[in-house]
């Protein structure tokens, strides 16, 4: 939300306390420069309106960001229902490994590594994986998309396969196929898709 644009909620609506949530650490903000820009120019926001804030789902990246800027950051995690959460699943010794790398195919999401990780898996345990990966988002991947695509070619024991981008429920159902799943993105300090393995009762490697 542009600084603008929240002064005008702001001002229009003096009664309700507004909050905006970063939800990165320094690395991942190196893709959102803009992003950065906000958060700075809210300061003028925050120190003009009793009725907003600026927070970040992260304490060490509040603890520098106030010493560095000078400014309150708050902390604020982020929330999931576990309501429904099912039982964590058994390992399963023989058959095809199934394996999620789920998200925007962004650099800093580390998805090279997360499928080379798969492919060690299977030499070691030796047994086919079949790799589910995100498709449909490329937010800067096409580089790491043609990386991946040269590591599996020709690879018998591997199986590429890419999902598109779906709505959370149908992607919930997805995600309760895998076996086990791969997050380990650079600096991020929330991830949704551990949450939702999490719930489904899938192991993560974080």
């Known amino acids: 939300v542009s600084v603008k644009d929240m002064e005008l909620l702001l001002a229009k609506f003096p009664n309700i306390q507004f909050s905006v949530t970063c939800h990165s650490n320094f690395g991942f903000l190196s893709v959102e420069p803009a992003a950065i820009k906000l958060l700075r120019d809210y300061k003028t926001l925050q ?8 927070g970040a789902n992260s304490e060490k990246f ?22 429904d959460q099912k039982p964590h699943k058994q390992y399963r010794a023989e058959g095809v490994m199934k394996v999620g790398i789920f998200g925007a195919v962004r650099p800093l999401k580390n998805f090279v590594s997360c499928v080379a990780a798969c492919m060690d898996i299977s030499a070691r345990i030796k047994r086919p994986v079949d790799i589910y990966m995100s498709s449909g988002r490329n937010e800067g991947g096409e580089v790491a998309n043609r990386a991946i695509d040269e590591l599996v070619a020709g690879m018998p024991n591997i199986r590429l396969i890419r999902s598109m981008w779906s709505d959370h429920d149908s992607f919930k159902k997805l995600v309760a196929e895998v076996d086990l799943g791969l ?9 949704l898709v551990t949450a939702d393995l999490l719930a489904e009762g899938v192991p993560s490697v974080v």
């Open 47 to 54: 120190d003009k309106y009793d009725n907003f804030q600026v």
């Open 62 to 83: 509040i603890t520098a960001w106030n010493r560095i800027y000078d400014t309150e950051l708050v902390f604020l995690p982020n929330l999931y229902d576990f309501d």
């Open 183 to 191: 997050q380990v993105s650079y600096t991020e300090s929330f991830n």
